[in-house]
């Protein structure tokens, strides 16, 4: 069974935009964001504005929790879109938020 569906993404999505810190932003619904799977093993997502796109590879992952964290690392760069910041680095904006994140659901931050 494959659990890695556009069905499955804009779940996550849809979940985590009502939980901490999501919740404190003006994200966009799930219905105005364009989610698109591929089988891609040199990468776990990617994020694009303008249309919003996040994409996900069922390549590399086969549990929720892998999905969960992907998506989570995805809206962290829609965040910093949102925030008119560098949204495609890994910098000290984004782990500020990672950080968050993870201490907040109890992941390692590396992870994210």
Known sequence: MNLITVESCKAVYRMLCRLPPFNKYKLPRPS???FLVVD???MYGQY???PHCITISSAKMSQ???LEKTMAHEMVHLILY???KRY???NKN???LTYQIASIYGWEPKDL
Do not use: A, R, V
């Open 32 to 34: 105005e964001i364009e």
């Open 40 to 42: 891609d093993p040199t």
């Open 48 to 50: 694009q504005p303008e």
């Open 64 to 66: 929720l929790q892998t």
């Open 82 to 84: 949102l925030q008119g």
């Open 88 to 90: 495609e680095l890994h």
């Open 94 to 96: 984004f782990y500020n």
